[in-house]
């Protein structure tokens, strides 16, 4: 066996494999280990790699599961976790100086269900710092480059997740996403990844960026395999009052083909005016045709405040972080400097030397929209704006059942293009802060290529509606049949 | 909604976040975050007078756990990754900085 053996694999391939004896666990993991060694130089995609800890946990898992029908779904297969996912015993940086060496003692909810379902913790990916950016250039460790051109970003701030199955490095991955940090490196690489329902997934152990936007979600390179994740790792979860006191997500929730062709899918007209690469939106209309031609209904529908949930989003967003980033004081745990000072010296001299400048610019940002004076005129309009986007989007579902748009504006784009002005860089979210901002689900899918780059697809449904997400994808990937990214790095 | 920020509010904010910049940076800064604040002024052409906010989605009824105490046993590790630490005791430096006359 070796890795190109691997390509057009899903997790079902590789526990085939293991039931009739042609693979273990440790041979598989040092296929995965020796691709790393060779590509990750160049990719950057993890912040750590848990070699031994995976070998020793490879080999429990043979010990114990000797009898194969009982093994769990994700038995022996390895997974990365984006590094602001807290992971027992390994480090968990969220790409910041401020929490340079610090060790979780605990795992979040989605890797703990992981790890009973038989998965192996590989390493930790490289994101933009505090998952604030959509480039993985914030982070302090240095960016993640785009497997299919190194000369350019893999999108972020789940950048080094993305890259990491774009590249074969991992088979799956676990992102988290706040106004589209799943969806947009997914896009820029070429799988696929899904943001779920507001609180279908524990936020527990999920480091806090911006907490009434935050969820974990999966990443994989088939649409099949997110789904595998997404049962795993969905349902109720005590330890996080927000989560929703739901079952885990099943596979029964997703229509059949029969149905899906009976589905209406609705064309959000705002997301396909001005601002967007006329490539982008031919590649799409492509698909459309394709699905139109399979007897799907395709209406035109409006978002009339789509155009406003991007500054809302930016008023929100760091408002909620401003006061979340509070924490970082040197108190108790992660960086601490000035210690021999006065308290005041000690707060000041850890955050100025521990924090990023984007991470600034939002906390100052932040602190300025809810700071007295302001309030009202900042964050109170933030969140009536949001109430109006949330509104559109229901309403829209009274006349289809899914939504498809383009995840980005753009291409991957190259390093150092869009860091000169912030605002530039916060367009990169444009088409998907919005259904962040009504906490709908929403997934990527790559929907074929132009001059080498991917180009992604989103489909946004109702809420706790990931079924006809999936079910849709499911769909697309079988009548687009593209090949699985496995770019030469380096060439 | 004002629209403009000044250095001066950006010097207060600062200090108000606990953080410290030389005089270039928090130029840098105030450009930055008066740019931004500019794109804010697109939100003025929204009637919001009668829009209630969202704060929060919660698509379900949040759930309600019985009140019981969870003993958790990771305290050791909490202090084994901390900056500093005496003994089971976090180590901060001096919080109560003058004498005060206690009345």
Request: aromatic residues 10%; proline residues 7%.
């Amino acid at each position: 066996m070796n890795l190109c053996d691997f390509r057009n694999f899903t997790i079902r391939n590789y526990q085939d494999l293991f039931a009739r004896g042609e693979l273990s666990p440790r041979e598989l993991l040092s296929i995965f280990l020796q691709r790393i060694r060779e590509v990750d130089p160049l990719l950057h995609a993890f912040l750590f790699v848990n070699e031994e800890g995976a070998f020793a946990r490879a080999q429990e898992l043979e010990e114990k599961g000797k009898d194969k029908d009982t093994r769990p779904p994700l038995w022996g297969i390895p997974v990365a976790i984006k590094d602001n996912i807290c992971t027992l015993g390994i480090p968990t940086t969220c790409a910041s100086r401020i929490l340079e060496g610090y060790v979780p003692p605990y795992n979040a909810t989605a890797v703990e269900r992981l790890e009973a379902a038989g998965a192996i913790v590989l390493g930790k990916t490289n994101m933009d710092e505090f998952a604030m950016g959509s480039s993985t250039e914030n982070s302090a460790y240095g960016p993640t480059r785009n497997p299919f051109d190194l000369r350019r970003v893999p999108g972020g701030s789940s950048g080094g997740s993305a890259a990491a199955l774009a590249a074969l490095e991992v088979p799956l991955a676990l992102g988290s996403d706040t106004g589209g940090s799943v969806r947009q490196p997914a896009a820029f690489c070429g799988i696929v990844g899904l943001r779920p329902t507001y609180g279908r997934v524990s936020r527990y152990g999920l480091v806090s960026f911006a907490s009434s936007l935050d969820q974990i979600g999966p990443m994989a390179r088939t649409v099949a395999d997110t789904i595998t994740l997404f049962e795993i790792i969905s349902g109720r979860d005590e330890r996080d009052s927000t989560c929703a006191p739901y079952p885990p997500f099943s596979r029964t929730e997703i229509p059949h083909k029969e149905e899906v062709r009976k589905m209406v899918v609705g064309l959000p007209r705002e997301y396909f005016s001005g601002g967007v690469d006329s490539r982008i939106v031919r590649a799409i209309e492509e698909v459309l045709k394709g699905l139109e031609g399979e007897g799907l209904t395709i209406r035109e529908v409006s978002l009339p405040h789509t155009n406003y949930a991007l500054e809302a989003y930016y008023i929100v967003a760091p408002s909620e972080a401003s006061s979340n980033l509070a924490r970082y004081d040197g108190v108790l745990y992660g960086l601490r400097e000035g210690g021999a000072g006065s308290l005041q010296d000690m707060y000041f001299k850890t955050r100025t030397s521990g924090f990023g400048v984007e991470v600034k610019r939002r906390i100052l940002l932040g602190t300025y929209s809810l700071s007295s004076g302001y309030y009202d005129a900042y964050y109170l309009r933030g969140m009536k704006v949001r109430t109006l986007v949330r509104q559109d989007f229901e309403k829209a579902f009274e006349e289809c059942h899914v939504l498809i748009t383009p995840v980005s504006p753009v291409f991957p784009f190259f390093f150092g293009e869009r860091t000169k002005d912030p605002y530039e860089m916060y367009l990169a979210d444009v088409f998907t802060i919005p259904s962040a901002m009504a906490g709908i689900p929403a997934l990527s899918l790559n929907c074929g290529y132009v001059d080498g780059l991917p180009v992604g697809l989103q489909i946004i449904a109702g809420p706790f509606q990931e079924g006809m997400l999936f079910g849709l994808a499911l769909f697309l990937e079988e009548m687009l049949a593209l090949p699985l990214p496995f770019p030469e790095i380096g060439q | 909604m004002s629209g403009r920020v000044s250095l001066e509010e950006v010097r207060k904010i600062a200090q108000l976040a606990k953080l410290s910049f030389s005089e270039e940076e928090l130029t840098q800064f105030f450009q930055d975050i008066s740019n931004i604040i500019a794109h804010f002024e697109k939100l003025r052409e929204l009637d919001l007078e009668h829009v209630s906010p969202t704060s929060h989605i919660s698509w379900s009824q949040p759930p309600m756990n019985p009140d019981e105490p969870v003993c958790w046993q990771g305290s050791d590790l909490v202090l084994e990754h901390a900056p500093h630490v005496a003994g089971r005791y976090f180590i901060v430096p001096k919080v109560v900085e003058k004498e005060e006359k206690l009345s």
